[in-house]
C-alpha cells in the first residue's frame, strides 16, 4: 500500500512561486500547456496566469492550499511544474518545497520512515 501523495493536501508551491518556463511548451509551439492559460513575461519565456506577480496562485489551481487541491491541466502541465517535487518525493530534501509551505502555515515534509532490521531477524 503506497502512501497518499502529500500534493493533493498542499499545493503551497502552486501558490507561492512563480510558474516560468520556455514559451515553446505552449500548444502553439507543439507543446502541451494551454496558450490562455499562460502570459508572456519576456520575449522567451511565459508564466501561468496568476503567478506573474505576488500574492502568486496558478489559476489552475482548484481548492484550499493545506486542504485539498488539484491541478485542472495536470496531464498538460509545463515543465516546471512536472519537475518540482515535494521534500523527499524521491528521498530529498526540497528546501523549496518547505518554503511554499512555511508561508501558508504548513509544517514542512518529513522523510519517511525506514524499518529498522536487527541482524538477528530474518526477513
Request: with cysteine.
Amino acid at each position: 500500500m503506497s502512501e497518499a501523495n502529500p500534493c493533493l493536501t498542499c499545493g503551497a508551491c502552486c501558490a507561492f512561486f512563480r510558474v516560468s518556463f520556455f514559451w515553446g511548451e505552449c500548444q502553439s509551439a507543439g507543446g502541451s500547456v494551454p496558450d490562455e492559460q499562460v502570459i508572456q513575461i519576456s520575449p522567451h519565456y511565459v508564466a501561468m496566469r496568476g503567478t506573474e506577480s505576488k500574492p502568486a496562485r496558478c489559476t489552475q489551481l482548484l481548492g484550499d492550499v493545506g486542504c485539498g487541491v488539484r491541478c485542472t491541466m495536470y496531464e498538460q502541465r509545463s515543465s516546471s511544474c512536472r519537475e518540482f517535487e515535494a521534500s523527499w518525493a524521491n528521498g530529498e530534501h526540497n528546501p523549496r518545497c518547505d518554503d511554499a509551505r512555511k508561508a501558508y502555515g504548513l509544517p514542512p515534509l518529513t522523510p519517511p520512515v525506514q524499518p529498522v532490521i536487527s541482524p538477528d531477524r530474518v526477513a
